[in-house]
């Protein structure tokens, strides 16, 4: 998918319904005590407003109103964009040159044995662009949005950090857990391992 000037290219776009799953996957556990809470909250003043109605009021407006809400936020969050003539990478409203791109990481969540799996990109201290690996039912990237990713990679500077005390990178990979060097990002996305898998990063 290109804009008009036919140079962005827009990647790793995941249908809605997709996305809502894997965001009340990871999502729902971690917010699980503030939506009881709110819930709660909810509840108590609906029924010294309404009374007994207070618990039909929630039934009817604010769990649907929320529903909606969540799917507006998730349809309305754009998905990273290249253009490979200017090399640059789009990242919401900001744009990233691909040679200034240093850093890559693996967020990964294993539940019920599936794997959640997605690549971060981006800069140390700048914006960073997450790409969808893997979902409940296994790889997500089409073989276009694969291919548009590693010819990414490969012009980006991605590398593995570094510290003052370890100058060399010798324990990077435990310096700094999840951090990936381009040749293992790239392999990453061309075979995203799976649950049972041996990760190349430490956690």
């Avoid at 005590?33 to 509840?43: D, G, K, S, Y």
Wanted: glycine share 8%; with cysteine; hydrophobic share 45%.
């Amino acid at each position: 998918m290109e804009d008009e000037g036919g140079r962005w290219i827009t990647f790793g776009v995941l249908p809605l319904r997709q996305r809502l799953s894997l965001y009340l996957w990871v999502a729902v556990p971690g917010v699980s005590l503030l939506v009881i809470l709110c819930v709660e909250f909810v509840l108590q003043v609906s029924f010294r407003l309404f009374g007994s109605f207070g618990y039909l009021i929630l039934i009817l407006v604010a769990i649907p109103l929320s529903g909606i809400i969540l799917v507006v936020y998730l349809a309305s969050k754009r998905a990273p964009q290249v253009d490979f003539e200017e090399g640059k990478l789009r990242v919401g409203h900001r744009t990233l040159a691909l040679g200034d791109i240093d850093t890559a990481s693996l967020v990964v969540f294993d539940k019920r044995g599936r794997r959640l799996m997605a690549l971060s990109l981006g800069t140390m201290k700048g914006p960073s662009a997450l790409v969808y690996l893997l979902g409940a039912d296994g790889p997500v990237l089409s073989a276009r949005d694969q291919a548009i990713l590693v010819r990414l990679l490969e012009q980006t500077s991605i590398a593995m950090p570094t510290s003052p005390d370890d100058p060399t990178g010798r324990f990077a990979r435990y310096t700094f857990p999840g951090h990936l060097d381009r040749e293992a990002a790239i392999e990453v996305v061309r075979k995203p391992p799976a649950v049972g898998d041996q990760l190349p990063v430490s956690y």
